[in-house]
């Protein structure tokens, strides 16, 4: 078994602090320290290159930096990464989502990655012109996804759905490979979707038990249909050499957030219509006393973060340790993330990938297959490497 990792671009900005942000909640100003330059955007991905990270999520949404022109900029600055795109099907036209995608995958040669956010807020929604209730919207992302996947396959489309119609579509020059889709939703409208259309289902950090039943579901409903799609996990992550360091940086990032900002936060976060954000919520309630919902996945972030709200802490062998047992009941791909997303990627990555690929779990990209993978560190890994440039942005 070979996991497959990726990280994080915070396009939104990023700090030492928590940064929140979408569903509902704007990003706090004063918790953002760091610009999304390209500069320190470029520095992270170059990181997570060398690191040995598959790829990079970047989100998408009013609150962050268009996903599609700020990873298009980080392709000269990288040799290998791949960008897991973030982008919202009910703001463009399939037949145009598909040559962009076309065109990505050509110029980048073969480094795209697709995620698909069908948009669990309809006042979000509405900014942008779209007045369709959350199931419609799911209803339409099917559609759309059917568009994308004929005209990649090189056919000439006559599509009339009941959201999406197009006459004679076609594309003249096809992608090469075909990018993967990534998808994540909980809702039964959602979860259908996925059995029917997407490469990747990805889930949002939950206990292992609540993750295996949503594999499962989704699992059940794909077969029916004759697919069996791969399962990612979306998680941050506090890797550090003991446990008791790991858990004081977590208490340091809640250390700086007052009980207001939690109460204004959830307050917002409780009004999203998005089951996996309301599956978020419960996992913590809005307490401060209880975030370890399971040994080393503590839900402190989702006290003023939208979406994914947990994180995996501990040792790193700690961290390693709940990667397998997550990998144990099928989740192929992780996309990681911390704070602030420079250093963090090296401590997971100098810290816990070793000790993976010394299990059998992992292998470096840039090794040739076959190749032995790096040991754990034969001293306690102490911190980011000197070497490590400081922020630009």
Same mark, same amino acid.
């Given at each position: 078994m070979a996991l497959t990792f990726h990280w994080f671009l915070p396009t939104q900005g990023d700090s030492r602090g928590i940064v929140g942000g979408g569903h509902g909640v704007e990003v706090g100003s004063a918790w953002r320290t760091r610009e999304p330059t390209i500069g320190y955007l470029t520095q992270i991905a170059r990181a997570a290159e060398q690191l040995g990270f598959t790829g990079v999520l970047t989100p998408t949404g009013a609150w962050c930096e268009d996903s599609w022109l700020s990873t298009a900029m980080l392709v000269a600055a990288t040799d290998r990464l791949k960008f897991l795109v973030a982008f919202r099907p009910g703001l463009l036209s399939p037949t145009l989502a598909a040559q962009m995608a076309s065109t990505y995958q050509r110029l980048s040669k073969g480094r795209l990655l697709l995620n698909v956010v069908t948009g669990g807020e309809a006042h979000e929604q509405r900014t942008h012109g779209d007045f369709l209730d959350k199931d419609a919207r799911y209803a339409r992302t099917d559609e759309f996804l059917e568009v994308v996947d004929r005209l990649?396959? %090189?056919?000439?489309?006559?599509?009339? %759905?009941?959201?999406?119609?197009?006459?004679?579509?076609?594309?003249?020059?096809?992608?090469?490979?075909?990018?993967?889709?990534?998808?994540?939703?909980?809702?039964?409208?959602?979860?259908?979707?996925?059995?029917?259309?997407?490469?990747?289902?990805?889930?949002?950090?939950?206990?292992?038990?609540?993750?295996?039943?949503?594999?499962?579901?989704?699992?059940?409903?794909?077969?029916?249909?004759?697919?069996?799609?791969?399962?990612?996990?979306?998680?941050?992550?506090?890797?550090?050499?003991?446990?008791?360091?790991?858990?004081?940086?977590?208490?340091?990032?809640?250390?700086?957030?007052?009980?207001?900002?939690?109460?204004?936060?959830?307050?917002?976060?409780?009004?999203?219509?998005?089951?996996?954000?309301?599956?978020?919520?419960?996992?913590?309630?809005?307490?401060?006393?209880?975030?370890?919902?399971?040994?080393?996945?503590?839900?402190?972030?989702?006290?003023?973060?939208?979406?994914?709200?947990?994180?995996?802490?501990?040792?790193?062998?700690?961290?390693?340790?709940?990667?397998?047992?997550?990998?144990?009941? %099928?989740?192929?791909?992780?996309?990681?993330? %911390?704070?602030?997303?420079?250093?963090?990627?090296?401590?997971?990555?100098?810290?816990?990938?070793?000790?993976?690929?010394?299990?059998?779990?992992?292998r470096h990209p840039d090794r040739p297959a076959g190749a032995a993978g790096p040991a754990a560190p034969a001293v306690p890994f102490s911190g980011p490497a000197a070497a490590v440039p400081q922020p630009t942005g």
């Open positions: 990649w396959k %090189g056919e000439t489309v006559d599509f009339a %759905g009941t959201h999406i119609t197009v006459e004679q579509a076609v594309l003249h020059r096809r992608p090469d490979p075909v990018p993967p889709v990534y998808f994540g939703g909980s809702s039964p409208a959602a979860l259908d979707v996925a059995a029917r259309r997407v490469d990747t289902y990805l889930t949002w950090g939950e206990p292992p038990q609540a993750v295996a039943e949503k594999i499962g579901k989704v699992r059940e409903r794909a077969a029916a249909h004759g697919r069996a799609p791969r399962f990612g996990i979306r998680l941050h992550v506090i890797s550090r050499d003991t446990a008791e360091e790991a858990w004081a940086e977590a208490d340091r990032l809640l250390s700086h957030l007052t009980p207001e900002t939690i109460e204004r936060v959830q307050s917002g976060l409780s009004r999203s219509e998005s089951e996996g954000q309301r599956r978020m919520l419960a996992l913590h309630g809005g307490r401060t006393d209880a975030l370890e919902i399971h040994p080393n996945l503590w839900a402190g972030v989702g006290l003023v973060r939208g979406g994914a709200g947990t994180a995996l802490v501990g040792s790193h062998r700690e961290v390693a340790d709940r990667i397998e047992e997550y990998a144990a009941l %099928g989740i192929d791909e992780f996309v990681l993330s %911390g704070y602030p997303h420079l250093e963090e990627a090296y401590w997971f990555g100098e810290g816990v990938l070793p000790l993976l690929a010394g299990r059998g779990l992992w």
